[in-house]
């Protein structure tokens, strides 16, 4: 019998290492709260992780070879801007923030908030997008625009007269046209200036 004995236990140490590489980049990519998307430069989905596919209401946009073009999901008014975003990223500068509306799967409109940077997959340049549903903080902020337009008409359509005081430093802030009127003083005169 003639027999070869080969030590292979750095073999074994890369594999348990690379091994251990892959499990955290899975759960990295799997359990992120972002959507995390590779695209090519036209918008065609290469990939996408399991959060993506919540955002856009549909688990299949997952799968892989699922044919998915992320352009055609954003509404019209949106999909040049993203497209000159996308070339933009091509040619080597990094958008830091992108802000589109995307129609989803399940029939909603939602606000996304992506980051993306040109990254080499198999030799050719692709687009690594980060995607946040931002729609919560869109809403609030268009609430909160309501109500202060809503206050800014009570407030300055008045017929008492109103003004609002720095309590700090005891200095108008804001004055209403009632105010103006019945003091005589010009609102720029009265802003900035203190009651005495």
Not at 74 to 80: G, K, S, V
Not at 150 to 174: C, Y
């Amino acid at each position: 019998v003639r027999g070869v004995v080969i030590d292979i236990s750095e073999q074994k140490r890369i594999e348990r290492e690379l091994k251990e590489i892959e499990e955290k980049f899975r759960a990295l990519v799997e359990q992120s709260l972002d959507g995390i998307l590779i695209l090519d430069f036209s918008g065609d989905l290469l990939f996408s992780n399991p959060r993506f596919g919540e955002i856009m209401g549909d688990p299949r946009v997952c799968i892989p070879g699922q044919k998915m073009n992320l352009l055609s999901c954003l509404l019209p008014e949106f999909q040049q801007k993203a497209s000159e975003d996308f070339q933009q990223i091509l040619g080597g500068v990094e958008n830091s923030l992108m802000v589109y509306q995307i129609a989803t799967a399940d029939d909603r409109i939602i606000w996304i908030e992506c980051t993306g940077r040109k990254i080499t997959l198999a030799g050719s340049p692709v687009l690594l997008l980060s995607v946040h549903d931002i729609t919560h903080r869109k809403n609030a902020e268009a609430a909160l625009l309501e109500s202060e337009q809503k206050m800014s008409t009570i407030f300055q359509s008045s017929p008492v007269a109103l003004s609002v005081v720095s309590a700090r430093e005891g200095v108008f802030v804001d004055v209403n046209d009632t105010f103006v009127r019945l003091t005589g003083y010009p609102r720029s005169d009265v802003i900035g200036a203190t009651a005495d």
